[in-house]
């Protein structure tokens, strides 16, 4: 029965139907969790003056609900012993103390409104299935899971409550298991994006603000929970702005520094860490948010994080107004259900497939990617509202966006990492699962992701963004880093809630699973600087993710390439697939020739040389696959240090060809002579 109760949740279980219980505990066989309605959600309408003190009481509403679940899991013993424990003992208490809570938030906001109607009817929560009852006999898992995986008996051996000890232990026990994982192999190809028409904003713009190798890391969640610590009860990674926490002010997240390359996007991008379930003490493992509340194991630092603003397929973009805040996605999603969900999980190579409700298998060669694709359609006056919600709208199927709403730039958020896929068949003992933090009561299911966005652009960089994306051009710091095949058509406009497509997708997958390959596709006029092209945390330059290698140098590690034959006449060499999705360092072409290789090596791939250089390019060089009659001539060669021999070829095939003409005259001039 303890396991029971401290185990994790496998399906949504959104359809409302009782669930089985253990005979004579009320618990649900498969396990339990709080499910307890999201009083946010239903305050659409709260007056300014009442905002504050709302907030912190809708925060105490989360912190009562996690203290529940712990209860719940600690009192696995008792509840066995009583059956009526669990309902006496943690949620007949726990309705008491939110009727109370609801009561403060009436009274804050009759003070200077309209007393709302039905609050205390959302006092009430309940124990709910998990879902990780085992399946039947003979029964396969659901969403393309190997049949008979082992459900994550594994993982709930040598637990330590709240820490996380021991390896493969899960998230300190509540998640996540064998079946919240899916082979991205077995899942059809479900992406689609709508085509541009008519006044489309068809351009893009890139911010490059790192991986959070800074490692700014806190519980907090200025958005929701503003001056409450530990309001989101779970970690966030940060990049763009330096100073957010739970106090941060206007004034403070506009006087902050930034780890964006332009300095005048101090926006702040933040989402939920992810964990391998090692067993690895991280900085909080003792600390709310943390280990206690079953957050637990290695923090993951991103291989490469990609921030693209794009436009509207039927509409030029407005500006975002200064301090805007979106949240995508929904952290309660799990006991809440999909209706505000906006998770997509994915694999390089395989991103025309996204899941939702699991975490992927990725082939060998290829990497977890998960991607947010923000609301795109503001009301056109507020920066925030009371659920954070209505002020912002998804666009529909078309790209049209709702009555009284104006598209404005949308934020594609992609982050991707360097892990391998669990083994399953011993719940992650041989090859740790992984996870993202979570309210404890939602059991790190990967249907909770989510990503927060506060924007602090400089009016005069919003202004630059507006123009570039609505004349159909591809700018900003970060443009070309790390793109996925197919950006630079409209990429993933017009989603409903939680599609959250990969942009630009449809394009076939890889052919071969272990090794997926992506073309990248930086077009032509992306402008490049020191930093266009970044590489991914520490693989592909010396720099952790932040893109300036070394010198700007194209290569991995300063590495050169070998030489190679000279291309045949006429015929222009072809660009390699690099084989992890990234881009290589220095390079602005729409083919790039230099790869990043997955040890940080050389720039070519497999050793060979695909530009018909020989060495791999002198330092700030961007080339194309092959010169078109308007390049302009090179004055430097393009070689460097050893060999040398596709330029010598490159440059004597023309004398070859002159050679042979001249002796076919000779030829000819004989024969005439003899004639």
Not at 35 to 47: H, I, K, M, N, Y
Not at 115 to 140: F, I, K, V, Y
Not at 532 to 558: F, I, L, T, V
Request: aromatic fraction near 4%.
């Amino acid at each position: 029965m303890a396991a029971n109760v401290y185990a994790s949740a496998t399906d949504g279980g959104w359809d409302g139907e009782a669930a089985e219980t253990r005979s004579g505990t009320g618990v649900p066989a498969g396990g339990a969790t709080i499910d307890c309605p999201d009083v946010g959600t239903e305050l659409t309408s709260v007056p300014e003056q009442a905002r504050a003190e709302v907030d912190k009481e809708l925060a105490l509403l989360d912190e009562q609900i996690a203290q529940a679940y712990q209860r719940l899991t600690a009192s696995a013993q008792q509840i066995q012993q009583d059956s009526g424990f669990a309902e006496s003992a943690i949620v007949n208490p726990l309705k008491d103390k939110r009727a109370a809570t609801l009561e403060r938030i009436a009274i804050a906001i009759d003070r200077v409104g309209d007393r709302p109607e039905g609050l205390d009817a959302l006092a009430a929560c309940t124990l709910r299935e998990s879902g990780n009852q085992p399946p039947a006999e003979g029964e396969g898992q659901d969403g393309g899971e190997e049949p008979g995986q082992d459900q994550g008996e594994g993982q709930q051996n040598d637990q330590e409550q709240g820490q996380g000890q021991g390896a493969n232990g899960g998230q300190a026990g509540n998640g996540p298991v064998a079946a919240d994982f899916a082979d991205i192999k077995n899942v059809q190809p479900n992406v689609s994006t709508p085509r541009p028409e008519g006044n489309a904003s068809r351009g893009s713009f890139a911010t490059s603000c790192g991986v959070n190798e800074n490692g700014l890391f806190n519980s907090d969640n200025v958005i929701v929970a503003p001056g409450v610590s530990n309001g989101a009860h779970h970690f966030h990674d940060y990049v763009g702005n330096q100073a957010n926490d739970a106090f941060a002010s206007d004034q403070d997240l506009a006087n902050a520094g930034t780890s964006c390359v332009d300095q005048g996007d101090k926006s702040s991008y933040y989402w939920p860490v992810l964990r391998l379930q090692n067993g690895k003490q991280e900085q909080d493992a003792q600390k709310p948010g943390g280990g206690i509340e079953g957050n637990a194991g290695e923090i993951v630092t991103p291989k490469q994080v990609t921030l693209n603003f794009v436009g509207n397929p039927r509409d030029k973009v407005t500006a975002m107004p200064r301090l805007l805040r979106i949240i995508t996605g929904d952290a309660k999603s799990f006991v809440n259900g999909p209706a505000n969900a906006n998770a997509s999980w994915s694999c390089t190579g395989f991103e025309d497939r996204q899941l939702k409700d699991k975490y992927p298998l990725c082939p060998q060669g290829s990497d977890v990617v998960r991607t947010f694709k923000f609301q795109s359609c503001w009301d056109g006056r507020n920066i925030d509202s009371a659920n954070h919600r209505t002020h912002v709208a998804f666009a529909d199927a078309a790209g049209a966006c709702p009555s009284g709403f104006r598209p404005i730039p949308q934020l594609v958020q992609r982050i991707v990492y360097d892990v391998d896929a669990p083994s399953l068949e011993d719940g992650g003992r041989t090859t740790p699962l992984f996870a993202v933090d979570s309210f404890p009561e939602q059991l790190h299911k990967p249907v909770t992701d989510h990503g927060d966005f506060i924007n602090v652009f400089d009016e005069g960089l919003m202004k630059e963004m507006v123009d570039c994306i609505n004349s159909g051009r591809t700018c900003g710091a970060g443009a070309g880093q790390g793109e996925e095949p197919g950006q630079g058509e409209e990429p993933g406009q017009g989603e409903e809630p939680g599609q959250g497509e990969e942009p630009g997708q449809g394009e076939e997958p890889s052919q071969t699973p272990e090794a997926p390959q992506e073309q990248p596709t930086a077009t032509p006029d992306a402008p490049q600087d020191g930093d266009g092209g970044k590489g991914e945390d520490g693989k592909g330059d010396g720099d952790a993710g932040n893109g300036n290698g070394d010198a700007g140098n194209g290569n991995g590690d300063g590495g050169k390439g070998e030489a190679a034959e000279p291309p045949a006449a006429g015929k222009p060499t072809a660009a390699p697939k690099p084989t992890d999705g990234s881009k290589a360092p220095g390079t602005a072409a729409p083919e790039v020739l230099a790869t990043s290789s997955p040890d940080g090596g050389t720039g070519e791939k497999d050793g060979a040389d695909t530009d018909g250089l020989g060495e791999s390019q002198a330092v700030g060089t961007a080339t194309s696959a092959a010169p078109t009659p308007s390049d302009p001539p090179l004055t430097e060669p393009q070689a460097v240090g050893q060999g040398g021999l596709a330029d010598t070829g490159a440059q004597l095939w023309p004398a070859a060809a002159g050679a042979v003409l001249v002796l076919a005259g000779f030829v000819v001039l004989r024969r005439v002579r003899r004639g």
